[in-house]
């Protein structure tokens, strides 16, 4: 099994999105890839990839660049 990483705010929005579907994010995620033709799992195009991710991206606020774990646990022991 591949793994993918996406910020924060994407993993709010995908989990969001696919309760709201009644799915898990991994089905949710497979319902928005094309259909498989005569069988064969369907492959994506780099194009038709920066379509799917551009189409389905979080256009909010993003985390500073100089963001660190540390600030996530600031004042916490």
């Given amino acids: 099994m591949a793994a993918i ?3 924060p705010q994407t993993a709010e929005r995908l989990n969001a999105l ?3 579907s009644g799915m898990t ?3 949710y995620l497979q319902s928005l890839l094309p ?3 005569n069988g064969a799992p369907a492959r994506l195009s780099p194009d038709e990839l920066e379509t799917l991710v551009s189409e ?3 256009d909010g606020p993003t985390l ?4 660190s774990r540390a600030d996530i ?3 916490h022991a």
């Fill in 73 to 75: 646990y600031d004042g």
């Fill in 35 to 37: 259909a498989p033709v």
């Fill in 56 to 58: 389905n991206s979080f």
């Fill in 18 to 20: 696919a309760t709201a």
């Fill in 5 to 7: 990483q996406v910020d």
């Fill in 64 to 67: 500073p660049a100089d963001f």
């Fill in 25 to 27: 994010v991994e089905a």
